[in-house]
């Protein structure tokens, strides 16, 4: 028997005036995927990110995330949930341990707790003599790194990665997705959007999204084999157009 679905969308829409920034979409994923929600800066990716995590209401439609509603129980998916944005979430005027300190204590943490993750996530990250650095100081790759551990503090089961990694060098984006398999490794489902498409390669399931709507949905293996074509770029070019060209101005 096939276990509920962590994050489940059907005919889920958000629409701001006359604006539809997605389209009725239906999704369902299983927990410990790492699931990829992939499309052109615009396609709707953040909007469809940003209401499974209960920061914005839909329009019509129903969802659920870790069996709650996201209309109804948003509070309750944000306390499960673990979330990396776009802009990594940090502040940058606030030192490393005073990001994971400011943290833990909304996920509601106890002095404790927060002390002794604080000094296990910095030896992990090797930020040890870097704790009372500000955060700007930090290379943009451990900038990316410290925010997905501090998205991880209280150990949610499902983890929301928008973007993760904008604006970083492939070899610390090859890093980052090595840390994503060992999260999905440990049980926990990753929910990822982005528009690289050699990323698209990692994931083990993954959506198309174009102007608001899934337009495709599977493995990439099982996409390549469909279309007969290489690579997930060459499937998006085949069904988008060139990403550079297709690329809205809005919301991800």
Partial sequence: ????????????????????AVDG??????????????????????????????????????????????????????????????KFSLYEDLTVAQNIEFYGGIYGLSRA??????????????LTDRRDALTRSLPLGWKQRLALSVA?????????????????DPISRRNFWRIIYDIAASGKTVFVTTHYMDEAEYCGRLSIMYQGRIIELGKPGELKEKYGLKSMQEIFVHLVGDPEKSSPKGNG
């Fill in 152 to 168: 991880m503090l209280h150990d949610p089961s499902i983890v929301f990665l928008d973007e993760p990694t904008g604006g970083v």
């Fill in 1 to 20: 028997m096939q276990p509920e679905p962590v994050v489940y969308a059907e005919n889920l829409s958000k629409r701001f005036g006359s604006f539809t």
């Fill in 25 to 86: 979409i239906s999704v369902s994923v299983q927990p410990g995927e790492i699931f990829g929600f992939l499309g052109a800066n615009g396609a709707g990716k953040t909007t469809a990110i940003r209401m499974f995590c209960g920061l914005l209401p839909p329009s019509s439609g129903i969802a659920r995330v870790a069996g709650f509603d996201v209309r109804t129980e948003a509070r309750k998916i944000k306390q499960t949930i673990g979330y990396m944005s776009q």
């Fill in 113 to 126: 707790e927060i002390t002794s993750k604080t000094d296990h996530m910095l030896e992990e990250l090797s």
